[in-house]
């Protein structure tokens, strides 16, 4: 069973940036596509970014050359280092696995861009 914790959300400017952190417990993170999935207030939640237990990654349009997800294995980590935020990036971001039938859920982390 994994466990996941989300963090490094909070209050920026629009352009600003900001780097989430996400701790998984669990032997299967090293072999599992993880991804950051976001949840925008009154819409359904979707995949921004994900990167594979090999570190291909890939990219919503809406964030392609903006966000960089990265993971370390040793540390059982996913990161995702956003620039030059945009209002409508503002939600809830919460890391899972991707591609698999098993997707466990953490708290999620808050980012809300103010223009």
């Known amino acids: 069973q994994v466990q996941l914790v989300e963090s490094g959300g909070g209050l920026v400017q629009a352009g600003g940036s900001l780097r989430l952190t996400c701790a998984a417990s669990?032997?299967?993170?090293?072999?599992?596509?993880m991804g950051w999935y976001r949840q925008a207030p009154g819409k359904q939640r979707g995949l921004a970014a994900h990167?594979?237990?090999?570190?291909?990654?890939g990219y919503a349009d809406s964030v392609k050359g903006r966000f960089t997800i990265s993971r370390d294995n040793a540390k059982n980590t996913v990161y995702l280092q956003m620039n030059s935020l945009k209002p409508e990036d503002t939600g809830v971001y919460y890391c899972?696995?991707?591609?698999?039938?098993?997707?466990?859920w953490g708290q999620g982390t808050q980012v809300t861009v103010s223009s």
């Open positions: 899972s696995t991707v591609g698999s039938d098993y997707r466990p």
């Open positions: 669990g032997s299967i993170f090293r072999m599992s596509a």
């Open positions: 990167i594979t237990s090999g570190g291909i990654t």
